[in-house]
T-cell receptor
Framework: EAAVTQSPRNKVAVTGGKVTLSCNQTNNHNNMYWYRQDTGHGLRLIHYSYGAGSTEKGDIPDGYKASRPSQENFSLILELATPSQTSVYFC??????????FGHGTKLSVL | QQKVQQSPESLSVPEGGMASLNCTSSDRNFQYFWWYRQHSGEGPKALMSIFSDGDKKEGRFTAHLNKASLHVSLHIRDSQPSDSALYFCAAREESNNRIFFGDGTQLVVKP
């Protein structure tokens, strides 16, 4: 089955610090996505990408940047982390009109 | 406003019973729908897609789409305790690859 790997699995950061969440897929999918999951809000789209070099804003991009340096890798960057960004973050990849494959998630706590 | 709305928020059914989950969208740009399931501590996994009006059956799972009303449903017959999970409806915008998820329905199947 298609594989999506996220790192780290858990992260504790300080307010104002920089956080980078990494995602790697070996499925050769063009599309990659970053979501956050909070109780009562389901999965909310932060950024997505059509392919290497492209990043697009999702529904809640404020406070986040994304980087897609290659087909396989898609990073989510929090330049100045805030406690409101404490959440579980999921990366996913997929082809157009195909199912998404998700990683196991990164639990981020910003203190 | 949430682009994809799900109901109910939670649902409890007896083992062997039928579970019915609902999803609606007010945005006619959404034409492609999926159902995903997430067990605790894992990333969501796709159950099935539905793109055409009518029913689509895969084993114990049946999805129904009414494009005119933008209503999608998922019916699980002969529910098993292992079906207990958080179920998401997801929709893709017609014009791009943005994929939006609802807030989820928590299903509990009681032995």
């Amino acid at each position: 089955e298609a594989a999506v790997t996220q790192s780290p699995r858990n992260k504790v950061a300080v307010t104002g610090g920089k956080v980078t969440l990494s995602c790697n897929q070996t499925n050769n999918h063009n599309n990659m996505y970053w979501y956050r999951q909070d109780t009562g809000h389901g999965l909310r789209l932060i950024h997505y990408s059509y392919g290497a070099g492209s990043t697009e804003k999702g529904d809640i991009p404020d406070g986040y940047k994304a980087s897609r340096p290659s087909q396989e890798n898609f990073s989510l960057i929090l330049e100045l982390a805030t406690p409101s960004q404490t959440s579980v973050y999921f990366c996913a990849s997929g082809g157009t009109n195909e199912r998404l494959f998700f990683g196991h998630g990164t639990k981020l706590s910003v203190l | 406003q949430q682009k994809v709305q799900q109901s109910p928020e939670s649902l409890s059914v007896p083992e062997g019973g039928m579970a019915s989950l609902n999803c609606t969208s007010s945005d006619r740009n959404f034409q492609y729908f999926w159902w995903y399931r997430q067990h605790s501590g894992e990333g969501p996994k796709a159950l099935m897609s539905i793109f055409s009006d009518g029913d689509k059956k895969e084993g114990r799972f049946t999805a129904h789409l009414n494009k005119a009303s933008l209503h999608v449903s998922l019916h699980i017959r002969d529910s098993q305790p292992s079906d207990s999970a958080l179920y998401f409806c997801a929709a893709r915008e017609e014009s791009n690859n943005r994929i939006f998820f609802g807030d989820g329905t928590q299903l509990v199947v009681k032995p």
